[in-house]
C-alpha cells in the first residue's frame, strides 16, 4: 500500500507558522510606534482624571458648592472668549500628553564606571589561576575582555558583587578541592568580606556561580516544633539544598523556615551527635534545645562536665533521670545508662526469639547528653580512677537498637581527648562557632560550600548528618531561664516547654523519728526483727507452777505469726513466766542465748520497751509466743524435740530444785 503525502500544511508548516509569527510581531511594532502619541494621551486623560476625582473627594462638603461654582465660571469664559474651546483643548491635550509620558527610568546598558572598575580587578585577579602558557585562545589574559568571562552579574546598593557567574577554561581543574578552595577564598575576598558567599560548581558547563547568603534568623526561640516521634530540630538553615519546612512562631508571626532535622531511632544511620564549637558559641543552648524535644517521648540523663549549672532548671523534672556534676555522679549515671542498653538489648532479643514485639519499656528512647566530658578525663587521671568517656562503648555501639541516644558536646579544642568510640560512632556532627575551613573539615569530613567569617552570633555554624551535604545552622535561642542576662521573652518560651516537676508515689512518705530516747523507731512491715527480748529488760516475778501445754482452763486463742522473709536459725528452747493470776497479762519470753535486737511481741497492753508484732489475724486475748510450727487449738512452745504428747513448758529450775 503506498503511502499517502502529507499535506502542505503539515510538511512545510512550520516554517509558514514561524513567518506569520514575525511578520504579526512586526505589525504590532509598527502599530505601537504609530499609536505611541495617542496612547500617551489617552494614559495622561486617565491620570488626570483620577487626579480630579481624588480632589472632589478630599475637598469638604461645605467648600464644594464653592469648587462647583468656581469651574462653572472658568468653562462660561472659556466658551465666551473667541478661539476659546479650541485653546482649552489644545492646552488639555498637552497636560495630558505630559502626565502620560513614561516616567520609569531608563535602565542603564551595563555597570557604571565604579562597577566595571571592581570586575576588571576581579578578573585581573582570575588570570594567575585560569590561563597557561601553551592556550592559544586565553579566556583569561593581562588587558583581556572580561564581559566573556562574567556573562552575568549583579551588584547590590552598596556597590558590592551580589551575584557571579564566572566562566572558566575547561582544563581548570575543578575536581580538586584545593584548586576549588583557591579560587572561592579569592572570590569572597574581591567581593567583599564580612558576607557569607555560596559557590556552585558547574563542572559539566565550566561555570561557577558566586551568590551572597542572607544572614539565618536568630529571633527564633524555643517552641514545640511540628515533628514526628524520632526527630529532632537542629536549628534552621538556608533553602538551598532542603526541601522542608516548618511554621514557626515569632509572636503573633508565623512564617515558614527551612529546618535541619535529626532523625533518630531503629533506622537511623546517625543514631548520635557529636556538638564542638568555641567557648560562648551556643553548644549548651543546643544541648538544652536537643533535651527539651527529647522529653516529649523520653527519658534524659545529663552530665555536666562545665560545672556551671546551665542544667539546673530540668532538675526534678519529669522523664530527667539525673543531672550530674560530679566526677562519682557521672560515673554512677554512665555505668547505670551501659547496664540499661544490655538488658534492653536481652529483652528485646527474648522477645525476638520467641516471635513476639519488644517489651513497653524497651521502646521509650533513653537519651544521654554529656557536655564537655574531657574535664571528667583529667579528674579521673588525677585519682587514679576510671573514665567516664569509657563507660560509652556500649551506649555507642549498641545505642540504636536499644533506642538509645548518645549526645556529645565539648570544646573544639579537646577533640584529641575525646575517646576513640565517639570518633567512630557519632556519624551526626555540628560545629558552632568561628573555625577555619581546616578545622571545619576536620570535624565534619568535608568542606562547606560557604565562606565562614570570623564575626558570627552565638548559635550559628555547620551541621552534616552522615554522608548529606554541609548546611549552614542557626540553632533556636534556649537560654538558661535562671540566666538574668537572657531576654525576657526567650527565657519565658524555655519555662513554657519544662515538664512539671516530679511528684512521689501517692501516700509514700519517709517518717522522721523524733529523738525521744524511750521510743524505738517505726520499722516497715517487711523488716520486723524476729530476735528475743534481752533478759534485762523483763522484770522477774514469783515462778508459777508448771502447767502442762494441753491443759487449760478455758480456750484460748492461738496467734498465729507469719514467717519471717529469710531464713532463721533454729530458735533455742525458752524459758517461760506466767502470771498465777487470771488476768490476762502478758508472757514475756526469754532465751538462754539472747540477741542483741528486741523481739516484737503483740499483746494486748503492750510493755513501753517492746514493738507490736504483726500478726497475720490478731484475734483478743492472744497468748503470742514464737513457734516454728504453730497448731490450732494448742499452747505453742518451742522446744528442742517436740514430743508427741502435750509437753509441759521448760521452766527454770528453782535454787530448791537445784540442791
Known amino acids: 500500500m503506498a503511502r499517502r503525502p502529507l499535506p502542505r500544511i503539515l510538511s512545510n508548516g512550520s516554517a509558514q507558522l514561524a513567518r506569520s509569527r514575525e511578520l504579526a510581531r512586526t505589525a504590532a511594532d509598527s502599530a505601537t510606534d504609530v499609536l505611541h502619541p ?9 491620570r488626570l482624571a483620577a487626579a480630579g476625582r481624588r480632589r472632589w473627594t478630599e475637598t469638604p462638603k461645605e467648600k464644594r458648592g464653592a469648587l462647583l461654582f468656581l469651574v462653572a465660571s472658568v468653562i462660561l469664559v472659556v466658551a465666551l472668549v473667541p478661539y476659546g474651546p479650541l485653546l482649552a483643548a489644545i492646552t ?8 502620560g509620558r513614561d516616567r520609569a527610568p531608563a535602565a542603564p546598558d551595563g555597570p557604571d564606571e565604579s562597577q566595571t572598575e571592581r570586575l576588571k580587578s576581579l578578573y585581573e585577579a582570575l588570570v594567575p589561576y585560569f590561563s597557561t602558557a601553551e592556550d592559544p585562545e586565553p579566556l583569561y589574559a593581562h588587558g583581556g575582555a572580561w564581559d566573556k568571562a562574567f556573562p552575568t552579574y549583579a551588584f547590590d546598593g552598596g556597590g558590592r558583587i551580589s551575584h557571579l557567574v564566572v566562566r572558566y577554561p575547561a582544563y581548570f581543574t575543578d575536581g580538586e578541592a584545593e584548586a576549588r578552595a583557591r579560587i572561592e577564598h579569592l572570590l569572597a575576598a574581591k567581593s567583599g568580606r564580612g558576607r557569607e558567599y555560596h559557590f556552585t560548581w558547574d563542572e559539566e558547563g565550566n561555570q561557577l556561580t558566586l551568590g551572597v547568603l542572607l544572614p539565618l534568623p536568630v529571633d527564633i526561640t524555643a517552641q514545640r516544633f511540628v515533628t514526628a516521634p524520632g526527630e529532632t530540630v537542629l536549628g534552621f538553615t538556608d533553602p538551598t539544598r532542603v526541601r522542608r519546612t516548618l511554621p514557626v512562631g515569632q509572636g503573633e508571626q508565623r512564617r ?11 533506622r537511623s544511620t546517625e543514631p548520635h551527635l557529636l556538638v564542638l564549637g568555641q567557648p560562648g558559641s551556643g553548644v549548651s543552648t543546643l544541648l538544652r534545645s536537643v533535651a527539651l524535644q527529647a522529653l516529649r517521648h523520653g527519658d534524659v540523663v545529663i552530665v555536666d562536665g562545665g560545672g556551671t549549672g546551665e542544667y539546673a532548671c530540668l532538675t526534678g523534672r519529669d522523664g530527667v533521670l539525673a543531672v550530674e556534676c560530679g566526677l562519682s555522679g557521672a560515673t554512677a549515671s554512665l555505668e547505670w545508662a551501659a547496664t540499661e542498653t544490655e538488658r534492653r538489648l536481652i529483652a528485646a532479643n527474648r522477645a525476638h526469639q520467641a516471635g513476639h514485639p519488644p517489651p513497653d519499656d524497651t521502646k521509650r528512647p533513653l537519651w544521654i547528653l554529656l557536655d564537655r566530658p574531657t574535664a571528667f578525663t583529667h579528674l ?16 555507642l555501639r549498641h545505642g540504636r537498637p536499644a533506642n538509645v541516644t548518645v549526645v556529645v558536646a565539648d570544646q573544639l579544642d579537646a577533640l584529641e581527648a575525646l575517646g576513640e568510640p565517639v570518633h567512630r560512632h557519632t556519624r551526626a556532627r555540628v560545629v558552632l562557632g568561628p573555625a577555619t575551613a581546616e578545622q571545619l573539615e576536620s570535624v565534619l569530613g568535608a568542606p562547606p560550600h560557604t565562606t565562614p567569617v570570623d564575626q558570627i552570633p552565638p548559635g550559628r555554624g555547620y551541621a552534616r548528618l552522615g554522608t548529606g551535604p554541609v548546611h549552614r545552622l542557626q540553632v533556636p535561642a534556649t537560654p538558661n531561664p535562671f540566666d538574668d542576662a537572657a531576654p525576657e521573652a526567650h527565657r519565658e518560651a524555655v519555662l513554657a516547654l519544662l515538664p512539671p516537676r516530679t511528684t512521689p508515689a501517692d501516700g509514700e512518705t519517709v517518717p522522721e523519728p523524733d529523738g525521744s530516747p524511750g521510743e524505738p523507731e517505726p520499722v516497715p512491715t517487711d523488716q520486723v526483727p524476729t530476735e528475743h527480748v534481752p533478759t534485762e529488760q523483763v522484770p522477774r516475778e514469783r515462778e508459777p507452777e508448771p502447767v502442762p501445754a494441753a491443759v487449760t482452763a478455758e480456750p484460748t486463742a492461738v496467734a498465729v505469726t507469719t514467717e519471717p522473709p529469710e531464713p532463721q536459725p533454729e530458735p533455742q528452747p525458752a524459758l517461760a513466766e506466767e502470771e498465777p493470776s487470771p488476768s490476762p497479762s502478758p508472757v514475756p519470753v526469754l532465751t538462754k542465748d539472747p540477741v542483741p535486737t528486741p523481739v516484737p511481741v503483740l499483746t494486748k497492753d503492750p510493755l513501753p520497751d517492746t514493738d507490736p ?3 497475720k489475724a490478731p484475734l483478743p486475748d492472744p497468748v503470742p509466743v514464737l513457734t516454728k ?4 487449738n494448742t499452747h505453742p512452745v518451742i522446744t528442742r524435740d517436740p514430743l508427741p504428747d502435750p509437753v509441759p513448758v521448760l521452766t527454770k529450775p528453782t535454787e530448791a530444785q537445784q540442791g
Open 613 to 615: 508484732a504483726l500478726t
Open 380 to 395: 579521673a587521671a588525677a585519682d587514679d580512677r576510671k573514665d567516664p568517656q569509657s563507660l560509652l562503648q556500649v551506649p
Open 256 to 266: 515558614d523556615v527551612p529546618p535541619v532535622v535529626w532523625r533518630t531511632g531503629l
Open 92 to 99: 488639555l491635550m498637552a497636560a495630558a500628553a505630559w502626565q
Open 629 to 632: 510450727d504453730p497448731r490450732p
Open 38 to 46: 495617542l496612547i500617551t494621551i489617552t494614559r495622561g486623560l486617565r
